[in-house]
């Protein structure tokens, strides 16, 4: 990869400047990051700043969202970064591919069949890639999951207990932002589950074929309060008397980088970043149980939990030989929330955990084995982010492991998600090749 490759974002929230720093130190001489688009000036400029003061990087255009492909001609974009809200998604890149780039996108690649239907079909007629950032799958922790199984550590595997949870600083930030509208973001079943439906598929190598999902709100919002006898009268948290001792507000003026992102912006676009999760107008669900059953014969059990007191997961899988028991204890993490931050790079040093994992391997008859981990406590997502990051801009042709992935992959791990949203709907299973044919 060349320094010629010319880059270009859109999306300037928390998540970009991953990218935007990425780009612009460690992975300056593999390509440029000539653009940055967004639907808010104030977003922009803040993030230009960043760039120009910290790593004095200043060559970097401006473009509001409605001069999209304009920038991509104008600019002679190479690939375009998509890290907008999801449901913008499709669109940036549907529209980027039949401009002639390539595409790298957060997770969800999209939020409902329609989507799907659209990327599949651009990508064919473009022949152009996508490249889905599944940073999970680079966390050296989960790469020895994919390991361990690989080598039928367990033999055939048959069943998949899943629970992860979410506790209540990181799980109630879903309720405080855009997300709470499931029309912005599928709900929790898409938005955060997809990374987890995208470990399962690449774990055991396989699709989800029937979903049958069930979930509400049942701690968050208005409503659920106000049945426990609470009612926290305010709209939003900040400079608001009657959020103080809300141990739920988020009060922007408490982060340097949510007030100049955030409360800074507000006035272009209204966006307020500091909702009240127990206020109204929020339309996902905060507890969800799955029950999947995939392609191989794979039977799997899911829930997801998102007012939890810790942060973290566990998966159990059940083989012909034994059983893998595997679980992580993960410090909580408000995106862009941390208090006295003076810069984004802070946003990631909050990434670095010291986790507590375990993984026990149960062999039929013999005594339990505990196997070790390494290099588990690094920043971004267990390490995952920076191995990402150096795959998505270097490459990396020799992974065993087969971490890269492309648009069905994240269309996959979104089905199962899509497929749960339709089942709570209506209330019946859903087959899911009915749904979205790969």
């Not at 890269?404 to 269309?411: F, N, Q």
Request: proline share 2%; aromatic share 10%.
């Amino acid at each position: 990869m060349s320094k010629e490759k010319r880059y270009a974002i859109v999306g300037s929230g928390s998540r970009s400047y991953l990218y935007l720093t990425s780009l612009a130190s460690d992975f300056k001489e593999y390509g440029n990051l000539v653009a940055i688009c967004d639907t808010n000036n104030t977003r922009m400029q803040y993030a230009k700043e960043v760039l120009n003061e910290t790593y004095s990087y200043t060559d970097v255009q401006t473009y509001f969202a409605e001069d999209f492909l304009q920038m991509l001609t104008k600019e002679s974009i190479d690939t375009l970064i998509v890290v907008s809200i999801d449901r913008t998604h499709c669109k940036y890149i549907t529209e980027a591919l039949y401009a002639g780039c390539d595409v790298i996108t957060e997770k969800p690649i999209v939020i409902n069949a329609k989507q799907a239907k659209e990327i599949i079909q651009a990508v064919e007629e473009t022949g152009k890639t996508v490249k889905v950032a599944f940073n999970y799958r680079y966390t050296p922790r989960n790469t020895k999951i994919k390991e361990l199984l690989a080598k039928n550590i367990i033999g055939k595997v048959n069943s998949i207990h899943f629970e992860w949870l979410l506790d209540t600083s990181h799980g109630a930030d879903y309720f405080r932002r855009w997300h709470r509208n499931k029309r912005n973001s599928g709900g929790l079943a898409v938005h955060k589950a997809t990374h987890h439906f995208d470990l399962v598929n690449w774990w055991i190598d396989s699709s989800p074929e029937l979903v049958f999902a069930a979930g509400d709100l049942m701690f968050y919002g208005r409503e659920n309060n106000e049945q426990r006898g609470n009612y926290q009268n305010y709209d939003r948290a900040t400079d608001n008397p009657n959020a103080k001792n809300d141990p739920f507000a988020l009060d922007l003026h408490t982060s340097d980088l949510m007030q100049r992102m955030y409360l800074d912006a507000e006035h272009e676009d209204g966006y307020r970043r500091d909702e009240n999760v127990f206020g109204d107008y929020i339309s996902i669900e905060d507890d969800l149980a799955l029950a999947v059953k995939y392609e191989s014969g794979v039977l799997m059990s899911y829930h997801l939990t998102a007012y939890s007191p810790w942060e973290g997961f566990r998966i159990m899988f059940n083989g012909s030989e034994g059983r893998l028991e595997y679980e992580v204890r993960e410090n909580t993490y408000v995106s862009a929330g941390e208090k006295d931050v003076n810069n984004p790079l802070a946003n990631q040093e909050a990434h670095k955990q010291q986790e507590q994992v375990s993984i026990i391997l149960h062999k039929h008859w013999q005594k339990a084995e505990s196997i070790p981990i390494t290099d588990s406590t690094a920043k971004g997502h267990g390490g995952g982010d920076e191995r990402l990051m150096h795959d998505l801009f270097v490459g990396n042709e020799d992974d065993p492991y087969g971490r890269k992935a492309d648009h069905l992959a994240g269309i996959r791990a979104a089905l199962t998600g899509i497929c749960a949203n339709i089942s709570m709907k209506t209330g019946q299973s859903v087959v899911c090749k009915d749904v979205i044919e790969l």
